[in-house]
């Protein structure tokens, strides 16, 4: 058999690391474990889109700790503030306390017999705005990232209230913008 120089040191490498791994397995909850669990936590990397989560993993997102607290594949569009289902905040730390500012200018730019289309001027945070919330009647009906939503299923001649309040990738919430009362067109057909 001919002995491959690179081949054992890629499986000295390997066998090095299975140690730790094995230590850290097979005996859970002992010091070497927690400081094992402590040096993983330390080495957080930023959050990542087609990244597997295992739940525990702890990642940085706009400058905020989250931790995962359902195991799963990460995608476009799940970064840790949009899904509160996969992701917590992590308390502590001194994060983001800042609420970003109101939304302004909530209006309608168009109605259907089933839909109010609504519109509003962006916010700013010190960190980044992540989302809008846009509520009817008090009910939260949606979340949006850009800064216009057309609500959908609605009765004919019907008048709804609607407003809208930012947030931010540590959960902070602006204040409420000004209410909008819509009212949908007649139900003379679709």
Do not use: F
């Not at 739940?55 to 509160?84: D, F, I, K, L, M």
């Not at 730390?93 to 309608?108: E, I, K, M, Q």
């Not at 001027?121 to 009906?141: F, K, P």
């Amino acid at each position: 058999m001919m002995k491959n120089p690179t081949l054992s040191k890629v499986l000295a490498g390997l066998a090095a690391l299975a140690l730790p791994l094995t230590t850290l397995v097979a005996a859970p909850g002992t010091a070497t474990a927690a400081a094992a669990q402590s040096s993983l936590q330390a080495l957080q990397a930023d959050w990542a889109a087609w990244t597997a989560y295992t739940a525990g993993t702890r990642v940085t997102y706009n400058g905020v700790q989250y931790e995962c607290v359902q195991s799963h594949t990460s995608q476009p569009g799940w970064e840790p503030p949009n899904v509160p289902a996969l992701w917590k905040v992590v308390s502590g730390g001194g994060g983001d306390t800042s609420a970003p500012s109101v939304p302004g200018n909530l209006r309608s730019t168009g109605v259907t017999n089933t839909s109010v289309t609504l519109a509003w001027n962006a916010s700013t945070d010190n960190v980044a705005v992540t989302g809008y919330e846009i509520y009817r009647g008090g009910t939260l009906v949606a979340t949006v990232t850009g800064t216009s939503h057309t609500d959908t299923g609605l009765s004919a001649n019907t008048s709804y209230s609607y407003t809208v309040r930012a947030r931010d990738a540590a959960g902070n919430r602006s204040g409420t913008s000004n209410s909008l009362t819509a009212t949908t067109s007649g139900g003379g057909g679709r």
